[in-house]
């Protein structure tokens, strides 16, 4: 099952992302390209009614003044940034293994990332 993983790995932190970010800004990106989503960029954010942080903490939310909203959503911000910067979305190893998938290994592009994995593990000897 190690063939999807690379996809596993990208889902993650893109389910985490469209919790707090518009969909546009986070869709069908994987790997370097979900690595570069601008967190800080207020523009990229859903509206603060549309975020999906659940209904308790919407409650407690609630409850608190503005200025302590507001550093509620900067520690959200933190988080999702902390989260992104962590994940190996753009292992090559594992974009490469997606070879090993019986429908992708037959087409130009899963040879050569075969060959590509090769190149990659070429300390790996006949003996190991």
């Known amino acids: 099952m190690v ?3 690379y996809d596993k790995v990208n889902e993650l932190p893109r389910t985490c992302l469209r919790m707090f ?3 546009e800004v986070v869709e069908r990106k994987e790997g370097t390209d979900l690595i570069a989503v601008d967190c800080e960029k207020a523009d990229n954010w859903l509206p603060r009614n ?11 939310l609630a409850s608190k003044i503005e200025d302590k909203k507001k ?9 999702l940034k902390t989260m992104k910067d962590h994940l190996s979305v753009n292992n090559v190893i594992l974009r490469d293994l997606q070879c090993l998938h019986p429908v992708v290994r037959k087409d130009e592009a899963g040879r050569a990332a075969i060959g590509r994995l ?11």
């Open 71 to 79: 550093t509620l959503r900067l520690a959200f911000r933190n988080c």
């Open 21 to 23: 970010l518009k969909p």
């Open 50 to 60: 549309e975020m999906e942080i659940g209904s308790g903490t919407k409650r407690v």
């Open 3 to 5: 063939h999807v993983l």
């Open 118 to 128: 090769c190149q990659h593990m070429r300390k790996v000897t006949k003996t190991d």
